[in-house]
């Protein structure tokens, strides 16, 4: 086994000193600007959007949200050693941004993963293609008439299947419209997010960041192992209070519980593990605080598993309810309507597998590296 | 710890003679003219079929087909040591008696299980409350026009709650309108059945057999450990034959695989797992016959955990294929259709639940208790 790395929070190992807060801020200002400018030269460059150079938008894109996450969540947990009004003014504005700049990957993933498991389900290629996301140009949707009253099939000759391959094949073409439709306005949204002096003003704010941390009066001599330990005992707090006994038995079917009330989508039994998911990267940054550049975060296993399997829930709980969404489109075949219920049920599934991954994972490293 | 009993298939144990498998049969044919009689009184007398004593005719039933599949179980594993025309000439018939008197229940039994489940989905009860198969006697369903035309709401008063709740309370109409006719039918069979010619040479049979039991000449000084070490065989290569690797992996997703395949009911990946059934059974009537009247089986808690499972397997795929066949009746609303393919996938994961049970129910009985 490798040679454990000390754990930054431990109130036995030395104090943090506030430098190491202004030095994290600055070098994910410097990230944030170098993305900036790789995403003006990407969209300059390259006018073929399918060109090999197609993806490097979207990686940009990517590592802007990425920067944008770590300094709001350090504003956040570290907010008592930073100017107060600067630092309450910032986050905001950062939180929009990397949402504006998320949606249209996010979008494109979903579409993925449920096309991936209708395909699984009818077992034939039964819509246009696998999709791929990263490299895919948004394309305009076709204007659609009243919506749902004609989902055409899928254009791929399709060998005589009966009825409910072809429902998975039209459930695949409604969800691919509204998916790519919904990926569409992402975009453009993006683009003008990205040219509106409202994103002007957080773009000069993370320069001066860059040259500048405006800490607090007196936050110099201040121990960063403090924040940082409340960030954890929130995520604590929010773990604890988890159903994790019940998620720890297999096939325990809960995730399905209410699955055809009409309340479902959202369902309210997420909300506490989407809220784990964000205190849960909130800890990740703090820790990355305290680490320091080129610091090993002796966590990183469990925390990228649990990472994983709360991203895991959230993509299928959104995938689950973008089937339910679309079962509701007006006049569409009751073979769309059934293959749309059955991919709702498997993706709840996906929900249930996540909530008992994370479980596992937990124990694994609960026995594994004791704390 | 209980004192364990030694295993009676054990090849350093005693021989058991062939007079154990004439005295087996013998009580099993004691115990089904038993049930037979009682059947007949219930059905005598009770002229209100919901009065207390409605569930005679069901438990008369139960024992009728219980002794029947023993015996007919009884003639296959040890058929080399009875009178082969005989063996070969009564199975059939045992089979044919125990297959027409188990469909009014199974109709009942699957309609519970759907209900139940799509209770739990819309966390309302919306349908027309818990079914109560054993009690509730079969009326006769009317008469339906065009089928699933216009699928009549639950008639419990529904406060207002949005289209796919409507979709679940029509769900559990169509599937309590489909279901009680089939129990109609099924229950008008049985009776047919049971005052056929047919059944009354069955009766006969049973009767010579309860006096005397047509061995094969020299089959006095056979060792019945043999024939029942053939069954285990059997059945032991069968279960290896299971993918129980990916059956142990908690959400493996793989009874869903192709659900939405045309060629999905009944689904070729159950056929393995319903034939690991049939022989579990046979090896359990075989060890039966072995242990004599009053002899504990060493194996009963695995065999019945292991029964159990498979039990909840069948159950489970053949209240998932209901589901996808009502999902195929023409003109139902895409609510309807959409809450069926919910409860399908819902009652495919309950079959990989079961699957899952088998194999971990299995490990424990093979680490808890060595051979």
């Known amino acids: 086994m490798a040679q454990r790395h000390p754990d930054p929070t431990d109130p036995r190992g030395e104090p943090v000193p506030a430098d190491a807060l202004a030095a994290y801020l600055r070098a994910q200002a410097v990230e944030f600007l170098r993305a900036l400018r790789l995403h003006r030269e990407a969209g300059t460059q390259s006018a073929a959007p399918c060109g090999p150079d197609a993806e490097e938008p979207a990686d940009a894109a990517l590592a802007l949200r990425r920067s944008a996450r770590r300094i709001s969540g350090t504003l956040h947990t570290y907010q ?13 504005e950062l939180a ?29 290629p039964a819509f246009p293609g ?80 860059a040259s500048e941390v405006p800490l607090r009066a007196g936050a110099a001599g201040a121990d960063l192992r403090a924040p940082a330990a409340a960030a954890e005992g929130r995520l604590t707090d ?3 209070a988890l159903p994790l006994a019940s998620a720890g038995h ?31 990267r909130l800890h990740r940054y703090a820790r990355e605080v ?22 895991r829930h959230r993509d299928a709980a959104e995938a689950a309810a973008e089937a339910a969404q679309a079962a509701r489109t007006p006049r569409i075949a009751p073979a769309t309507a059934y293959a749309l219920g059955v991919l709702h049920a498997a993706q709840r599934h996906e929900v249930e597998a996540a909530r008992y991954a994370f479980r596992h994972g937990r124990q694994r490293a609960a026995t594994g590296t004791p704390r």
Do not use: I, K
Request: glycine fraction near 8%; charge should be neutral; hydrophobic fraction near 45%.
């Open 80 to 92: 008592p050693l930073l100017d107060a009004d600067w630092a309450e003014a910032m986050r905001p």
């Open 96 to 124: 929009w941004l990397s949402g504006t700049l998320s949606r249209e990957h996010a979008c494109a993933s979903r579409l993925e993963r449920l096309l991936t498991t209708l395909h699984r389900l009818s077992g034939t």
């Open 130 to 209: 696998p999709a791929a996301p990263a490299g895919r140009a948004a394309v305009a949707a076709p204007a659609s008439g009243p919506a749902g009253t004609a989902v055409p099939v899928a254009r791929t000759a399709l060998p005589d299947r009966g009825q409910l391959t072809v429902g998975a094949a039209r459930a695949g073409a409604l969800l691919d419209r509204r998916l790519t439709l919904a990926r569409t306005r992402a975009h453009s949204a993006a683009l003008q997010a990205l040219g509106s002096s409202r994103f002007h003003a957080v773009a000069d704010a993370v320069a001066l960041l």
């Open 238 to 240: 929010a773990v604890t």
């Open 250 to 280: 297999p096939y325990n079917a809960q995730a399905l519980d209410q699955g055809l009330s009409p309340d479902a989508a959202p369902h309210p039994q997420d909300a506490p593990w989407l809220q784990v998911r964000l205190l849960l």
């Open 290 to 311: 305290l680490l320091g550049p080129g610091g090993t975060d002796p966590d990183a296993a469990w925390l990228g598993a649990a990472g994983q399997a709360l991203d």
